[in-house]
């Protein structure tokens, strides 16, 4: 269910409206709504709205201004909340002013990546029961978990959301029903995870109280597994095998040798790259494939080629709209 944020500055009901058309087209934007109303309270206690509905970029740049003591995320967060409906708002009311894109310094972004080979993680899970004996439940749990990210690709977050109802009749999909800006969408299963899935759930029949309904990941008591200790087991479990480095490996890793295998065997079985990028970004729940690009995290060579191919690609796209 959305949160229900109100608004209360004179640009209020371009702001609903903004709000409800997004959702309209399939996102959540409860996130975005939340920090879209950090400026709202600004214009409020201001009093700056413009004229006829419009936003001024001095408005703007003194919004911007006062989150300089924020954190750099946070701050980027706010910004481009504020910079979508900007946009929207000019295309309504023509003068309004959009924020600068160059209006912040840019962010250098550092990838994260710790490789994993499927023999290490079948390691991992073998050592769950070795080093949490105290919860067997618990330990499948977490077992289960680590191979579901590394053969689909999944968030965290999704996974930790799942429930049984979510795993399709015939094992061939996940029912993801709400993924990142509340897009859902379906996750091909392989056949051997399926078959992980259907011998855990004979495991998890013992301890869930609603055997459907409740989510898939759950300790020995029925209780679902939370973000912070499949984060606390994984590390444990990687210290274990003596999978470490700087920086250390975490669950998202999975997510990220997820993409690079999916690309590396469709390498090697000959396939076009450029023709199976849509399908990886739709299966991994990205709103386009730009977002895709950044876990592509192979060997020099392979990445060369798959740069090469992506750009070309994307080259191709953006030349073939009207």
């Known amino acids: 269910m959305n949160t229900a944020i109100r608004f209360r500055s004179l640009l209020a009901e371009a702001m609903d409206e903004f709000v409800a058309g997004k959702r309209m087209q399939g996102y959540d934007y409860t996130d975005q709504a939340r920090t879209l109303s950090y400026f709202d309270r600004f214009l409020a206690a201001d009093g700056s709205h413009g004229e006829a509905g419009r936003l001024t970029l001095d408005t703007l740049r003194r919004y911007v201004a006062t989150t300089r003591n924020l954190a750099a995320f946070s701050r980027h967060t706010r910004i481009a909340s504020l910079r979508q409906f900007s946009r929207w708002l000019q295309t309504r009311s023509p003068g309004s002013a959009i924020l600068p ?81 509340g897009k859902e969408r379906l996750v091909p299963v392989s056949p051997s995870a399926y078959a992980a899935l259907t011998d855990y759930l004979a495991s998890r029949r013992q301890h869930a109280n609603r055997f459907d309904t409740t989510p898939l990941f759950i300790d020995a008591g029925g209780a679902a597994l939370t973000h912070d200790q499949a984060y606390y087991d994984y590390r444990r479990l990687c210290q274990h095998r003596g999978l470490w480095g700087q920086p250390p490996p975490r669950l998202h890793d999975l997510r990220h040798n997820y993409a690079c295998r999916c690309l590396f065997l469709w390498r090697q079985a000959g396939l076009d790259v450029n023709a199976m990028l849509p399908i990886l970004a739709t299966a991994m729940g990205h709103v386009n494939f730009y977002a895709t690009q950044r876990y592509l995290h192979l060997d020099a060579l392979a990445l060369q080629d798959a740069a090469a191919r992506f750009n070309t690609h994307v080259t191709n796209h953006s030349e073939s709209r009207p």
Do not use: W
Not at 132 to 161: C, D, F, K, Q
Not at 164 to 169: G, S, V
């Open 101 to 181: 894109l160059d209006i912040l310094p840019r962010r250098r972004h550092c990838v994260r990546f710790f490789p994993i080979t499927p023999e290490q993680v079948a390691s991992l899970m073998a050592a769950a029961p070795i080093v949490l004996p105290a919860n067997g439940m618990r330990a499948r749990s977490i077992a289960t978990l680590i191979g579901l990210l590394y053969s689909t690709g999944l968030r965290i977050s999704e996974a930790l959301n799942l429930t049984a109802r979510d795993i399709a009749a015939d094992g061939s999909t996940l029912h993801v029903a709400k993924g990142k800006f």
